[in-house]
C-alpha cells in the first residue's frame, strides 16, 4: 500500500515523501499533475533522516520537484500529487497555490506573455498562408538542456527572416526536467524527435535526415540567434550560388562576456583553427557530399571543425559577416571549457590531422605561421593586461596607501591640538592641493560623481531601453536598465581591439549599421571626444527606428581626457546648446535635456572625490548656474535630416 504527503511548495520546487508500507525499502514513484494536467513522474528516492526514525522504510523515500517558470508566473495553480499511474493522491494534496509577488514573478510572467503572443501571432501567420518547404531548417540537439531551450526558440521564432522549421532531436536525455519539458512540447513551427542516445554527431546527423530545408543551421539548445541572424547570413548564400555557407562574429554571455572575431574561412585558416561558427548556415547538397557529422570528432566536440575543414577542402566557399549575429552561453559546465586544457587540444589536433593529413601537409607554412602569428597576439594581450596592471593599478594602490599615511598624520596633528590647514579666514583642508584627490576620477576611492548622475538619468529612462538597443564601449547599462525588456544588445567602438565590441564603426559616419536599425542608443559621456558633433548626432538619429530614443550624456565640467590625448577633447556643452545642438537632427519638441549637480558636486568631481563621500541632499540638489553633466533624451522622427556641424 503506497502513502506519502505532499509537505510544502515554496522555493520554486514541491517536497514530500511516499513509500510502500509492503515494499518498505525499494522506491515508488509519484505523479504530479498542475491545474489538471500530468506534469512529471518522479522517483521517490532521496534520504530524509527524519523519515528513517519515524519507521519509514530506510528513509530513502523523500522527493523534491522543481517547478518551472509556468508555475511560477505569480497566478494560482492546483497541485495534485498521486501515486504513480493512478489518481490516488497523497496526504496534503490538493493544494492550491501562487508564487509570491516579486520582481521575479512578474519577469517570469512577463516572458511567458511575451512566448505566448509570439506563438500566436506565428500560428496566425501561418494559418493565412499556403503550406511549403521551408527555405531553412534550423536543427537544435538537445541533451539534457531543457532549462534553456526555450530561450533558442524564442530566438528563431523572433526572426526577421520568417521561412523557416525548427527540429529539436532529443538524444536520450536523462533530466527529468527535459524529459517532461519535450513530453509536451508544442511551438510553431517546431517538430521534437526523441531517439536513442547516439552523440552530438549523430544527433544533428538525425535532423539533417529529417529536415527539408534548402539550408541547414546547427544551434545547440543553450544558444540564441540573434533577430537578424537568418535574414544577414542567408542573403549572401542567395546572391551567391556558389558560396557553400555563412559565418559571423559571436559573442559569448552567462559566466563571461567577450567577443569571437574571425575574417578568414580558406583552407590554411580553417586548418588553423575552427574560424567557422557551429551554426552558420549551410546548403544541404554540400552536407550530403561530404557525409554530414563525422562521429569520432563527435566525442571530442570537434565535429564541427572537422565538418567545416571537409567543406573547404572540397573547394567550396564560405565567407565571415564581421558583425555580432550569434550569442554563445557560458557556464562552468560548458564543452568550450574543455579547450582551456592543452592535452585535450592535443587530442583534437591529433585526430584532425589523421583525418585530414594530405591538407595539413600541403598548407603546413600557412598553418605554423597562422598559430604563430595567433601566439603572438595572445602574448600582446597578456603583454597589455600587465601594464594595466603595472601603469593603472599598481599606482592606484599606491595612492590609497599614501592618502592612509596622510590621514593618520592629520589625525595626529589634530590630537595635537594644532590646525595647519588654517588661512586667514578660510580652511581649504584635503583641497589644499594643486593635484586632485585621485588622479582616476574618483574609481580608487568608490565611484566618480558623474557617474551617479549618468545612472540616475539612465534609471529615470530605464523603460526607454528596450528591443534593440546599441551601448558605446560596453553593454553594462543596457544589461542593467533594460533587463528582459532588451531583444537584442549591441557593442559600437571605433577600436576593434575593443573585445566587447560587437560594431567597429566611427560614430560620425557610422555605415555598418543600417538605417533605422535600433530602438534605443546610450551614448554617454562620448560626443564631447569628436571633433565632428553634429555628424555624430545626425548618425545617432539615422541609425534609431521611427521612435527610438537616444540616451546621451555630456559634460559640463570635467578635465581635458587624459586617455584619448589633449588634441582629442573638443565640447562642453550646457543645457541651452544641447538643445539646439541635438534638435536639428531630432524634432526640437521630442529634445530634453536635463542639468545635473551644482557647485559643491562640480569641484568634488574635478579633485576625484567619490560620490559616496558626498551626502544625499548635496547630490540630489540642482543648480542651473554650476552644472556638471546633462542628460539628453532625443526621439527620433521619420526621416532624419543629413549631418549638420555645429554652428
Not at 190 to 212: A, D, K, W, Y
Not at 425 to 453: E, I, M, Q, T
Not at 599 to 610: Q, R, S
Request: glycine fraction near 8%; charge should be negative.
Amino acid at each position: 500500500m503506497t502513502e506519502g504527503h505532499l509537505d510544502r511548495i515554496d522555493g520554486g520546487s514541491i517536497t514530500g515523501w511516499a513509500w510502500d508500507s509492503d515494499r518498505p525499502n525499494e522506491p515508488v514513484r509519484v505523479d504530479l499533475h498542475v491545474d489538471g494536467k500530468l506534469h512529471r513522474s518522479v522517483l521517490a528516492d532521496a534520504l530524509r533522516p527524519d523519515l528513517a526514525d519515524a519507521g519509514i522504510g530506510n528513509g530513502r523515500h523523500a522527493f523534491e520537484i522543481r517547478l518551472t517558470d509556468r508555475h511560477l508566473d505569480g497566478e494560482e495553480h492546483l497541485f495534485q500529487l498521486c501515486c504513480h499511474g493512478t489518481l490516488t493522491e497523497l496526504h496534503g494534496s490538493p493544494r492550491r497555490w501562487a508564487a509570491p509577488d516579486s520582481d521575479t514573478t512578474r519577469s517570469i510572467a512577463r516572458r511567458l506573455a511575451r512566448r505566448q503572443g509570439l506563438d500566436e501571432r506565428i500560428r496566425q501567420r501561418d494559418e493565412s498562408r499556403p503550406p511549403s518547404t521551408p527555405k531553412v531548417s534550423i536543427v537544435i540537439p538537445c541533451f539534457n538542456l531543457g532549462h534553456y531551450l526555450d530561450e533558442a526558440v524564442d530566438s528563431v521564432l523572433e526572426q526577421t527572416f520568417d521561412d523557416f522549421e525548427i527540429l529539436i532531436v532529443d538524444d536520450a536525455s536523462t533530466d527529468e526536467a527535459t524529459r517532461d519539458l519535450l513530453d509536451q512540447y508544442d511551438r510553431p513551427r517546431t517538430r521534437v524527435f526523441r531517439l536513442p542516445h547516439q552523440g552530438v554527431s549523430g544527433t544533428r546527423n538525425s535532423g539533417i535526415e529529417r529536415s527539408n530545408g534548402q539550408y541547414l543551421c546547427f544551434l545547440d539548445a543553450d544558444d540564441v540567434l540573434d533577430p537578424q541572424f537568418l535574414a544577414r547570413t542567408l542573403a549572401p548564400l542567395e546572391a551567391d550560388a556558389g558560396l557553400g555557407f555563412v559565418s559571423c562574429w559571436l559573442k559569448t554571455f552567462g559566466s563571461d562576456e567577450w567577443v569571437w572575431r574571425q575574417d578568414r574561412c580558406d583552407l590554411p585558416a580553417v586548418l588553423a583553427e575552427c574560424t567557422v561558427l557551429t551554426a552558420s548556415p549551410v546548403r544541404r547538397s554540400i552536407l550530403d557530399e561530404v557525409g554530414g557529422f563525422d562521429a569520432a570528432s563527435g566525442e571530442l566536440f570537434a565535429e564541427d571543425w572537422d565538418l567545416w575543414i571537409s567543406i573547404v577542402e572540397r573547394g567550396h566557399r564560405g565567407t565571415i559577416l564581421p558583425e555580432v549575429l550569434f550569442y554563445y552561453r557560458r557556464y562552468a559546465e560548458s564543452n568550450s571549457r574543455r579547450w582551456d586544457n592543452p592535452e585535450f587540444v592535443a587530442r583534437v589536433t591529433r585526430l584532425l590531422f589523421e583525418r585530414h593529413e594530405a591538407s595539413y601537409r600541403q598548407h603546413l607554412h600557412e598553418v605554423l605561421m597562422l598559430k604563430e602569428l595567433r601566439s603572438g597576439d595572445l602574448l600582446r594581450k597578456n603583454y597589455d593586461l600587465q601594464r594595466e596592471v603595472e601603469n593603472r593599478l599598481a599606482p592606484a594602490v599606491a595612492n590609497r596607501r599614501a592618502q592612509t599615511r596622510q590621514l593618520r598624520e592629520r589625525l595626529a596633528t589634530v590630537d595635537s591640538g594644532q590646525n595647519p590647514g588654517a588661512r586667514a579666514g578660510l580652511s581649504w583642508g584635503d583641497l589644499d592641493r594643486l593635484s586632485p584627490l585621485s588622479a582616476d576620477w574618483g574609481f580608487d576611492r568608490g565611484s566618480p560623481v558623474d557617474r551617479h548622475y549618468i545612472e540616475a538619468f539612465l534609471s529615470s529612462h530605464a523603460a526607454d531601453i528596450h528591443g534593440d538597443v546599441l551601448e558605446v564601449g560596453d553593454s553594462q547599462y543596457t544589461r542593467r536598465f533594460g533587463g528582459d525588456r532588451v531583444a537584442s544588445s549591441s557593442v559600437i567602438d571605433v577600436d576593434k581591439a575593443n573585445p566587447a565590441a560587437t560594431i567597429v564603426a566611427d560614430l560620425r559616419k557610422a555605415d555598418a549599421i543600417a538605417t533605422g536599425r535600433f530602438d534605443c542608443f546610450i551614448m554617454t559621456q562620448t560626443a564631447y571626444l569628436i571633433d565632428d558633433i553634429g555628424a555624430v548626432v545626425a548618425e545617432c538619429a539615422r541609425i534609431l527606428k521611427p521612435g527610438g530614443v537616444l540616451l546621451a550624456t555630456l559634460p559640463c565640467a570635467i578635465r581635458l581626457e587624459p586617455i584619448t590625448g589633449l588634441d582629442a577633447d573638443f565640447w562642453r556643452l550646457g543645457p541651452r546648446a544641447a538643445a539646439d545642438l541635438f534638435g536639428r537632427a531630432f524634432p526640437a519638441q521630442q529634445v530634453s535635456v536635463a542639468p545635473y549637480g551644482n557647485l559643491l558636486t562640480t569641484v568634488a568631481f574635478l579633485y576625484g572625490v567619490a560620490h559616496e563621500e558626498l551626502r544625499r541632499d548635496e547630490l540630489d540638489t540642482v543648480d542651473g548656474r554650476y552644472p556638471l553633466t546633462i542628460g539628453v533624451r532625443a526621439v527620433a522622427g521619420m526621416a532624419p535630416p543629413a549631418p549638420e556641424g555645429p554652428q
